[in-house]
């Protein structure tokens, strides 16, 4: 295959890399910015283009590789020390949307609470626990401690993971409903 053969393949390519990538991330700059660096590592082994048999399939799993690179470090953000964060960031009316009193403002409350109540059935047992006793049900991390035998930090955590479930969850309700 020569260079400006694998260049072709790889234009072609590119809008459905960048939207097969883009399920990593939610976002198509981000698949865009993994993409462009598979052209560039593309570009760096031009010399030893007689070893890639396939050029689409090298594309590909080169992409989800760097996907997976890119996650993989954007994690620690997720996971740090959940103890030293104030509970107020753990609370659900930071991920749901404000209302006034309207009819159809009561009618886009009524439709959320009805898909949260769905994606909390679809959250682990422990997370759902965790995050109704402290959303719903008011009891202090301290206090469920003591009820459920489990350290403060591991019910925070729970309750940080339901969270960021239930807001990746419900991501596309709220964006249909501020459209």
């Known amino acids: 295959m020569t260079h400006s053969d694998a260049l072709r393949t790889a234009e072609l390519e590119r809008p459905k890399l960048v939207n097969f990538i883009s399920k990593f991330f939610g976002s198509y700059e981000d698949a865009e910015d ?34 997976i690179d890119q996650t993989r470090k954007k994690k620690p953000e997720l996971y740090d020390d959940f103890s030293s964060q104030k509970n107020e960031d753990l609370r659900l009316e930071n991920i749901l949307p404000k209302f006034g009193s309207t009819p159809e403002d009561e009618m886009m409350s009524k439709a ?7 994606a909390l059935q679809e959250l682990p047992p422990e997370q759902r626990e965790a995050f109704v006793m402290h959303e719903f049900e008011d009891i202090p991390f301290s206090e469920m401690s003591e009820m ?20 990746e969850r419900l991501k596309e309700l709220y964006n249909l409903l501020n459209d």
């Open 148 to 167: 459920l035998g489990v350290t403060v930090n591991t019910l925070i955590s729970r309750k940080r993971y339901a969270l960021l479930y239930l807001r």
């Open 34 to 67: 993994v993409v462009q660096d598979v052209f560039y590592q593309l570009i760096e082994k031009f010399d030893d283009l007689s070893t890639i048999n396939n050029l689409t399939g090298w594309l590909y799993r080169a992409a989800k590789n760097k996907a």
């Open 112 to 118: 959320i609470a009805e898909e949260l109540e769905l």
